[in-house]
């Protein structure tokens, strides 16, 4: 028998080649609605006293580079850009971790060279803090940090909570609560909405071809609501893979709340630290 034919006999059958569809939904975590409740709970309690509450994520790697970009822009002829995005063609890798401020509508980006750590991330919290937070918010008690589930920000990294502990809270004297959003619930991060899609309006169609470029796009990045963004560049090399010993976690002083222990947590600064 014939390719053909079978294909004719398949056909009858209304048997054709067809893609995967994304349509199954796994079981939700039993905790998630509880978490999304204390979370907005958390949140609008900041939110009332005036003390910072921010939104915090990283986003999507660039190259820098002649690399195509999703979108379009108004000008006369279409720039000219690589065929392939090929990592090896790119003259580096721009890292942005965004912070939102949800009190301010402001948006904070610190842009890196090297890997998406905890540690970079914690040091882009430090350095919003130390330029734009504490003048915005002086002489509060705590702050509040909403962030995923995984990435350098989740709630199972343990170098994540130790550089928190060693550079915000005993570096600034600052009470620290962190609260995640469930597993797959990072759309609902209000920096997915209210600051990344903005900036991804902002550079479309726009080839990043250096790191000033990209930090123009991000400083660019406004709306009609309010929404401005400052943004500085990293250019501290971060390594993967440091751990923290069970010996330096004990030496934390971590809360975990009553609510979901594992995605609510408070790091208080150590007494003469």
């Avoid at 209304?14 to 907005?40: A, G, T």
């Avoid at 803090?129 to 199972?156: K, T």
């Amino acid at each position: 028998m014939s390719c053909e034919t079978i294909r004719r006999l398949l056909n009858k059958q209304n048997i054709r080649p067809k893609s995967n569809v994304k349509r199954l939904h796994p079981k939700p975590h039993p905790d998630r609605d509880k978490q999304f409740q204390y979370l907005s709970s958390q949140r609008n309690a900041f939110l009332r006293a005036g003390w910072p509450c921010i939104s915090v994520d990283s986003k999507k790697k660039e190259l820098i580079g002649s690399f195509f970009n999703r979108g379009t822009q108004w000008c006369k002829e279409a720039q000219s850009v690589n065929t392939h995005d090929f990592p090896s063609y790119a003259e580096g890798r721009a890292v942005p971790y965004g912070i939102y401020d949800l009190v301010h509508n402001l948006g904070y980006v610190a842009v890196g060279k090297s890997a998406d750590t905890p540690e970079f991330a914690v040091d882009a919290i430090a350095w919003w803090w130390q330029q734009f937070g504490a003048r915005r918010f002086p002489g509060v008690p705590e702050l509040l940090i909403l962030a995923d589930a995984g990435g350098s920000n989740g709630y199972r990294p343990r170098r994540w909570k130790q550089q928190l502990q060693v550079k915000i809270a005993d570096a600034f004297g600052l009470a620290v609560t962190v609260c995640h959003y469930p597993t797959g619930a990072s759309k609902w991060n209000p920096i997915e909405h209210r600051l990344f899609s903005q900036i991804s309006r902002s550079w479309a169609g726009t080839p990043l071809t250096s790191y000033d470029i990209l930090l123009d796009g991000l400083r660019s990045t406004k709306t009609e609501t309010g929404l401005r963004v400052q943004a500085t560049l990293f250019d501290t090399t971060y390594q993967k893979g440091l751990s923290v010993t069970d010996k330096d976690m004990n030496l934390l002083m971590i809360q975990k709340h009553d609510t979901c222990p594992n995605w609510n947590y408070t790091i208080r600064p150590r007494i003469g630290k």
